[in-house]
């Protein structure tokens, strides 16, 4: 067991949490699963968060400092940038052709699909500034009349549990604050009022990249005999905070079998409730998770193969799983940084100056999971209401999923905020996202691999472009 590489000690721990949960919910641990087990994998996150922040600051200052001059940087930015961009247009876009050709709404039965579009019709006529997208009105027509009566209960009901619900109604006004922000409002956003308030608040670590980009900068531009003990200082607390994450990955199996053991015990109470939790929603869950399995396993290794004939796919797999399996655990971009650092840099041979610039950037801006996500939730809903989305429509849907995902925060479930935000750009009821709410943390589990596993491809590409990849490494 010692022996035994640290990806597949993670996939034992992750499936023996499964399978304990599934035991504990059977014999009614739940109580004692959720009090002694479950705080260790929140222990687990927090540890790997808390080093996560200090990390980016300084992987960023770190890897700007040590550039030959500013326009390497201004190079590697706009590459950076624009790899981000193509990768995540590409995702919604996949998954948009995915959820068109498979119609998962389509596969609920015909009569509640119809109630559900009398419903959406009501929810237009009772809300300001929404028009019916596919201008059908089933109101108007007789022979729907018989499921006014359910479907005006059913609205009510509904509305008063969104109400209720305390942390669908905390997303419902995040969603709004962003919806009436200015334009210029991420621009404004970007830029820290106090460095030291965005260091603790895990939301903010785009204002913690705009301060390290700044003073990575500033160092480069003043003397070097000034700069160099700044510099010693960065790279020598950097490298002890990825000691830090070296000790913490050593107990990562027991803390993957806490954190799934917990996730599980709280979501059910009753082995069928267990059970539901992996098959509820099944054609909307399928259809997304092919999309992403599309991404993982025959997008991003043909990029790779294309540019970068030298890395196999079982190799690159091989290199980064760790990482993989740990975003799986965690749901989290951002508590997954110091490990995906770890694996690119010691494991593909990407360069500390690539690695530490591109992949926190990446874990803020690039959420390619998540876009698809979006993409194919949006039109999932419209399709279980009976509403026909124009190719005008679902372009706006491309383009809203673009650019909120790059306000996105790198942390559990942030996703469900944009898709209020997405499904408003098109006009539909932002409350449908509790329609999804059952199985939306396994599928986040799953996005957020797609989310770390762009990164890395992403930073393998750039070091190639900037002759900044180990081929020794790499070929190892």
Known sequence: MKNLPLHWKIIIGLFLGIIYAFFSVKWGWNKFTIDWIDPFGTIFI????????????????????????????GRMGAKTMGAYLVTTVIAVSVGLLIVNLAQPGATIAQDQRIKNRIKYEL???ETGGVEILDHKEFLKN?????????????????????????????????????KSAGPLKFFVDFVPENIFQALSDGKLMLQVIFFAIFFGIVLLMIPRNKAQPVMD???????????????????????????????????ANTTAEVLEIFKGLAAYSLVLVVGLAFLVFIFYPLILRLFIPELGYAAFFRKFSPAQFLAFSTSSSAATLPVTLECVRDNIGVSK??????????????????????????????????????????????LTATLASIG??????????MMIVVLQSVGLNPAWI????????ILDMCRTVVNVTGDATVSTLIAKSENDLDMDILKS
């Open 46 to 73: 927090r540890l790997l968060k808390f080093i996560a922040v200090p990390l980016v600051l300084l992987s960023i200052i770190s890897g700007i400092s040590t550039l030959p001059d500013l326009t390497k940087l």
């Open 123 to 125: 929810w237009v006529q």
């Open 142 to 178: 007789p022979a729907y009349a018989s499921y006014l009566t359910d479907a005006t209960t059913d609205l009510a009901r509904e509305a008063a549990m969104t109400e209720e619900d305390a942390s669908l109604s905390q997303k419902m006004q995040e969603a709004a604050q962003m």
């Open 233 to 267: 200082f960065v790279e020598g607390t950097n490298e002890v905070f990825l000691k830090m994450v070296e000790v913490v990955m050593n107990a990562a199996p027991y803390f993957v079998f806490a954190l799934m053991a917990g996730v599980i015990a709280k979501m």
């Open 353 to 398: 100056n690539v690695a530490n610039f591109v992949l926190p950037i990446g874990a803020t801006v690039n959420m390619d999971g998540t876009s698809l996500y979006q993409a194919v939730a949006v039109v999932f809903l419209a399709q279980m209401h009976f509403v026909d989305l124009t190719l005008g429509q679902q372009l706006t849907i491309v």
């Open 408 to 417: 996105s925060a790198a942390v559990p479930s942030a996703g469900l905020v």
């Open 434 to 441: 509790a329609i999804i709410f059952p199985v939306d943390r």
